[in-house]
């Protein structure tokens, strides 16, 4: 695609996006017809759909072949500085978040959890997996991995429903998870993933490997989360202060004798 392409492409994209605010568009209500939108925008409807698959691409819109195209609903946005626990900070949002329990039973750590909790190969962990839902729309699978002598009788909570992991560990425990470092890239859902979140296979996620730190800064906890583009974005936040300098000496004029 030439630069012109995708320069035409943005600026009728700018115009969709002013259209949709300027007439109230709501989520899943439809959108103009191509043919009705190219004459409202007056553009060709070559590049008027090279900006609505753009558009869909990024999920802001999505299309119902034989029913015409709809807005998305809002994505869940994740401020990356201030997320550690999962449910505290979608509660602190005004969102409802709630967990359906798919897995969770001791078993030996792998390698991966044995490097990040810095335990022997084969050590007996708790494995947590959960399907992540806000205000009842799916939006991760979760995995959690914690060793089991930490935490005794973990598995006789039940975290489906609201209950919080963290909260528990802390409450509980007195282990506090107040570090996390990640590693994040993306994949591809698999059929499983898909059928758990109701979204297509092999449609956009975020895969996020996690590992937790307790307070005196020894590892916790390893987790990995599959989490569906389509409906979270990750936003991240750099904010250097610029250094002022220090002002420059300034001579004391000679005093005449």
């Known amino acids: 695609m030439s630069k012109y392409t995708q320069l035409t ?6 115009d ?60 869940f946005l994740e401020q990356t500085t201030t997320h550690i626990s999962f449910t505290d900070s979608w509660r602190n949002e005004g969102h409802r978040v709630r ?26 962990v708790f494995e947590l997996r959960r399907l992540r839902l806000i205000d009842e729309t799916p939006v991760a699978v979760e995995t959690s991995y914690l060793l089991a002598s930490l935490c005794p009788g973990l598995t006789s909570f039940h975290f489906g429903g609201e209950l919080s992991l963290y909260a528990t560990l802390s409450q509980r425990y007195g282990i506090r998870i107040t570090r996390q470092q ?48 389509d409906r979270y974005a990750i936003v991240s936040e750099a904010n250097l202060a610029p250094k002022i300098p220090p002002p420059e000496p300034c001579d004391r004029p000679n005093e005449r004798q």
């Open 16 to 75: 969709i996006e002013e259209y949709i605010d300027t007439h109230g568009i709501i989520p899943h209500e439809a959108l103009p017809s191509e043919r009705e939108l190219a004459e409202l925008l007056q553009v060709n409807r070559v590049s008027l759909r090279r900006a609505i698959a753009q558009m869909a691409g990024e999920n802001r819109i999505y299309t119902v072949r034989g029913h015409g195209t709809f807005l998305s609903p809002p994505k």
């Open 182 to 229: 990640q590693r994040l890239r993306t994949t591809r859902l698999t059929e499983e993933e898909a059928r758990l979140m109701g979204s297509e296979p092999g449609g956009s996620a975020f895969y996020m490997v996690a590992a937790g730190y307790g307070d005196d800064g020894v590892p916790v906890e390893h987790s990995v989360a599959i989490t569906r583009a």
């Open 99 to 124: 967990s359906e329990v798919l897995r969770f039973a001791e078993e030996e750590a792998n390698l991966k959890v044995s490097q990040t909790l810095s335990v022997p190969l084969g050590s007996p």
């Open 9 to 14: 492409s943005e600026s009728i994209r700018e």
